[in-house]
């Protein structure tokens, strides 16, 4: 079993850089597939980004790439989000989420086996 603390949340201008993290405690955390997760106020939850248990893959949603990467420390059971150039639509409610396989961008933050209480991403204009 997992448990999954997301942090790195805040405040930031349009243009601007924060990274996330997901710390997980439990066992086995480099087995698990991790992936963030996103809620933009009064939308419905989106894929953002997601990472094989190897860090060997990685695959983003269209509107992140080349702005957003995914990474994972299994030695410290982290998985990061660093999130450049961000734009006032990256609002939302960030989730990390692990599964014993891959996960897959049509597949909803629920339809995993863990997920954390989420951190908040604001961007302004």
């Known amino acids: 079993q997992l448990q999954l603390v997301e942090s790195g949340g805040g405040l930031v201008q349009a243009g601007g850089s924060l990274r996330l993290s997901c710390a997980a405690s439990?066992?086995?955390?480099?087995?698990?597939?991790m992936a963030w997760f996103r809620q933009p106020p009064g939308k419905e939850q989106e894929f953002v980004a997601t990472?094989?248990?190897?860090?060997?893959?990685?695959y983003y949603a269209d509107s992140v790439k080349g702005r957003f990467t995914i990474s994972r420390d299994n030695a410290k059971n982290t998985v990061y989000l660093q999130m450049n150039n961000l734009k006032p639509e990256d609002t939302a409610l960030y989730y990390c989420?692990?599964?014993?396989?891959?996960?897959?961008?049509?597949?909803?933050?629920?339809?995993?086996?863990?997920w954390g209480q989420g951190t908040q991403v604001t961007v302004s204009s």
């Open positions: 439990g066992r086995a955390f480099s087995l698990y597939g």
């Open positions: 990472i094989t248990w190897s860090a060997g893959s990685t």
């Open positions: 989420a692990a599964r014993r396989g891959f996960i897959i961008p049509t597949m909803k933050l629920d339809e995993n086996d863990y």
